[in-house]
């Protein structure tokens, strides 16, 4: 079933991670297979900020096979001598987990394709996201479990998707779980409720133009989908409005890039989605109750029809 | 009820070619006998007073505990009950099977008021997908707007959105009235068998897709008819009907009904073809 949520601040910044947190821990009931997060938090803009792992939660539920502690450090001593060897230079090294990573790096290329395709050359190794404001934080379990887990709850931004996550299309693992990054573009995440069903078909054309996918789930195709565009010129908007006939199956989907949050709905309007929409908040959900965590008193709010796409700004 | 065994099967509705299909024959009809209405126990039912009020707050409470607390209260001879803080929770109001004023300040998820048989209902908000779904008797207002598949399945009654409404209203409805002040979505009508949908503004596409019966009236642009959906005459009676019951719903009272479309199943879906499920695959 899946339920998203997202919310954008228009004009000021917020603690993203407490209401996000709140959101989708109201959802928790649509899945709590895995949970995630892209934050867009307040930074320099400076540096790029690469959220990676380097192994997989192999606790309770996971479908993932378990690894020693020490191929994770084996894995990470490659990644940083790969960074040295690009020019790249680690500012701030944070390990939350023996297998989840966050780097503050001084990066001077704008192309991340080389960069990217350099560190997942070792196995094991995924970038989760990289970005000058994204950070995308996912794991097993519901909302409230990946928030504390990660200390999200006090990380201030402007706007931010999450994704509470009921497995269907393929296993119970981080790589499989959402938000996923617009890979290999800077700041752009995805995600997804619903089910693709010409999946294979756009994968294998999408390959054969150099597009990479990490995982089997349908949805990561929306993020390759949106990244190819965008790699072609397109803007986001028209990227999503292509998507509509583009992508075939049932969906609503958001999109984040560092300063707008998207929306889209399939032509047959299938799948949920209740919007509310102010001067200085935008704020939706699979269900009310995710936007009533965090605006309790009574509002006005509705879901978008059939073939909807929408775009905000910070 | 003995005014019931005068009613003729030849209804004024059938006359005005609101529903027209032919019920004669069908293996799965039973009839209401009205001499037997004394047998009949409503199980789960009350006699409640109106003019007995009192207030619920389900803020911090489950569905199935506001419902039990619903019931406890009719139980009590409430006759109207106003629900403070709903704030969006999914499944409350449902299956009331008596009279009763239901007040809701403030807006439900999914799945409210369903399977309700009398019930006066009003929300003072938004509903999530599925509201009233089933709904038997009775009478619901939205103030807002509300989610898809608004009103699946009724059976009879009058539901009314002054807002707009998402997608699939109406789906596979079998009776009653739905009344929209606003928009609504894609696959309106959906495969519907029976009753009437009001719309005073737009609809999107595949309108009354695959329905078997009944009537759809547009006041404003359609996206697209769907498989078997046809315009029909918008007739005299209608438009008197239409204005009977816009002003009932406390919508629209002063809408020109005389410029709405009309729509109905063109019934040329192999569904036409008066043969039963049973009969249909002996001939397979």
Known sequence: MCGIAGLIHRGKSSKVGHELQGMLQALKHRGEDSTGYALYGDTDGKNFIMRFKVGENVGEGSTSVAEDVSVYDERKKIVDSYLLEMGAKIIKEDRILPYSLRYEIEYNKKDLLEFSQKIESIPGVEILSMGKSLEVIKDLGNAKMVCERYNLDKLVGTHAIGHARMATESGVDIKSAHPFWGYPFSDVSVVHNGQLTNYWNNRRALENKGMRFMSECDSELIAVYLAEKMRDGASLEEGMKESLTGLDGVFTYFVATKDSLGMAKDTMAAKPLVLYESDDLVAMGSEEIAIRSILPQEIDTYDPFDGEVKVWQI | ?284
């Open chain 2, 1 to 284: 009820m003995a005014n019931l065994k005068n009613v003729t099967k030849k209804t004024k509705a059938q006359a005005m070619g609101m529903h027209s299909e032919v019920l004669t024959g069908r293996t799965q009809q039973k009839f209401f006998n009205p001499d037997e209405a004394e047998n009949f126990y409503y199980f789960g039912t009350y006699d409640v007073d109106f003019n007995k009020r009192t207030d619920l707050d389900v803020k911090d409470m489950t569905a199935a505990d506001a419902n039990k607390e619903i019931d406890n209260l009719m139980s009590q001879g409430y006759g109207t009950i106003v629900i403070k803080n709903p704030q969006g929770k999914h499944s409350i109001g449902v299956g009331i099977l008596n009279k009763l004023n239901l007040i809701f300040e403030g807006s439900l998820g999914y799945f409210g008021i369903g399977s309700c048989d009398g019930p006066i209902v009003r929300i003072n908000g938004r509903v999530g997908w599925s509201c009233a779904e089933n709904l038997m008797a009775g009478k619901v207002v939205i103030e807002k707007n509300a989610g898809s598949c608004f009103g699946a399945a009724i059976r009879g009654g009058d539901l009314i959105c002054k807002g707009s409404v998402g997608a699939r209203t109406g789906i596979d409805m079998k009776g009653g009235t739905i009344i929209i002040g606003g928009d609504a979505g894609a696959f309106t009508g959906f495969m519907m068998q029976r009753g009437r949908i009001i719309i005073l503004g737009d609809v999107g596409i595949n309108l009354g897709d695959s329905m078997y019966d009944g009537t759809i009236f547009v006041g404003g642009e359609i996206g697209s008819y769907g498989s078997d959906a046809v315009d029909a005459e918008l007739t005299k009676s209608d438009q008197d009907w239409l204005k009977r019951k816009l002003k009932v719903a406390e919508i629209g009272e002063n809408f020109d009904v005389s410029k709405m479309k009309k729509i109905v199943a063109g019934k040329k879906l192999w569904n036409y073809d008066n043969l039963e499920p049973t009969e249909k695959k002996g001939a397979i």
